[in-house]
């Protein structure tokens, strides 16, 4: 790139990380400072960055009161069959309102997410047939998804029966706080708590999760 800048007609678009770039500008100057016995200078990524690229812009990122925008574009422009697009609107549309209550989403997340899902739904169908239940498949996936639920998808992952009861035992219609899981007393977030009592409930109807689970572990 750098011997090609300066001719005419030549224009280069990057798309990178910003956060990505920041980390490793910052690990390279402070290993180079430690070699030499220098203080590490607090350079930033981005500082970096503006002097390689003239023109930046920022894509921003998906609000939550866009989501559902999002992904009816998403659904709609990629040649899908109906049978897929069914599905994907009918169930996979109802999870995804709870994988976030910060104000934005990341499109590439939603994506994957979207593709998680198609994998393990075609894995199963090989196991389980037509009794492969999406609910299941998508509130794993979810508790995965949203870092104040990924403790809980440990527990639930190490010990399924154990975590269930818990749960169960702690959920109640007329008490929605203060409830805890697992030995160690872990909290139970009370977003997870209404997640659990509407669309997520098939997670604790599911007579077996192990084929689940193990879907979920490959993908």
Do not use: C
């Not at 990524?45 to 009816?72: I, M, W």
């Not at 090989?126 to 809980?152: K, S, T, Y």
């Not at 269930?164 to 139970?188: A, F, K, Y």
């Amino acid at each position: 790139m750098k011997v090609l800048f300066d001719l005419p007609g030549f224009v280069f678009v990057v798309g990178l990380a910003q956060s990505v770039i920041d980390e490793a500008v910052r690990l390279k100057f402070a290993h180079e400072a430690a070699a030499s016995g220098r203080e590490a200078t607090n350079i930033r990524g981005s500082e970096y960055s503006k002097k390689l690229f003239q023109v930046p812009f920022s894509l921003p990122r998906v609000r939550t009161d866009q989501l559902r925008d999002y992904f009816n574009a998403l659904v709609s422009n990629n040649d899908l069959p109906d049978e897929q697009v069914d599905d994907l609107r009918g169930v996979v549309g109802r999870h995804l309102w709870y994988l976030s209550e910060d104000d934005t989403v990341n499109p590439r997340e939603i994506k994957r997410f979207i593709n998680s899902y198609t994998i393990q739904m075609k894995m199963l169908a090989r196991r389980l047939g037509d009794g492969a239940n999406p609910d299941v498949v998508l509130a794993l996936q979810a508790m995965e998804f949203r870092p104040e639920w990924r403790g809980l998808y440990d527990l639930l992952a190490t010990d399924p029966h154990d975590f269930r009861e818990g749960v169960r035992e702690n959920i109640d219609g007329d008490r929605s706080s203060g409830l805890w899981v697992g030995d160690q007393g872990d909290p139970i977030p009370l977003s997870f708590v209404t997640y659990l009592q509407g669309i997520g409930s098939a997670l604790l109807a599911e007579p077996d999760l192990r084929p689940y689970l193990a879907s979920a572990e490959f993908t």
